[in-house]
């Protein structure tokens, strides 16, 4: 994402304490407004969109970094060998599970120590994300609704595991809706984000304009 690339661009930069300590509390926030788009399709009914930002078809192969030098990272090789299926399968569902979990869990969060970009900043963005969901939430999806359920945090874990695993069985990762629309929607909206935290890496008074604690809002799972 060009946000990303805008981070990079910033860190390039960094030429003090201080310029490291902004650029920290920036990609703070970064991350933080993705998280919140995922969050809103994933309040909005709609976990089966959000698939195509895992990559659960990983878990099918083992990698190794042959020689690794601790102090460098640098290595001769990587090895790939593939897994038996079922249980490449286990843990493919088990990681869905736990991102799903990750996410419910950071929405729960009742402080978190990061500021809020202004929403006046992101009218358009977010008019994008909010139509791509809609559209999301009106598609009939057969996945849908075994997924939801798979995801319910007061079931077993092995129980929700077993019908991830049953969905996404025979190594089908992602359901047969095209939901690609919704992640052009994630984008454009971070693009935006990008744009205003890259300004905001050299304009000190900006920074400061935002007083409004993370912890001060509603529930991120309350938002549509």
Known sequence: ????????????????DADALRLSKLMNVNQHE???????????????????????????????FVNVDETTLKFDRIEETQRQETYALGKASRLIRIAFDSLDEYSEKEVRNVQAVPQSLLEEANATVDAAIGRAKEETSSWREPLVSALDRTMRTNVRENQIQGL?????????????????AFTAYMDRIGEILAQRFHDDAAIKEWELNLGDEPALSDEA
């Open 168 to 184: 996404i069985a025979p190594m089908a990762y992602l359901p047969p809706n095209d939901f690609g629309y919704l992640r052009d």
């Open 34 to 64: 993705f998280l919140r788009l995922l969050l809103r399709a994933r309040t909005a009914g709609v976990p089966d969109a959000l698939l195509q930002f895992l990559s659960p078809e990983y878990a099918e192969s083992r990698v190794t």
């Open 1 to 16: 994402m060009a946000s990303a690339k805008r981070m990079e661009q910033s860190l390039s930069q960094v030429k003090s």
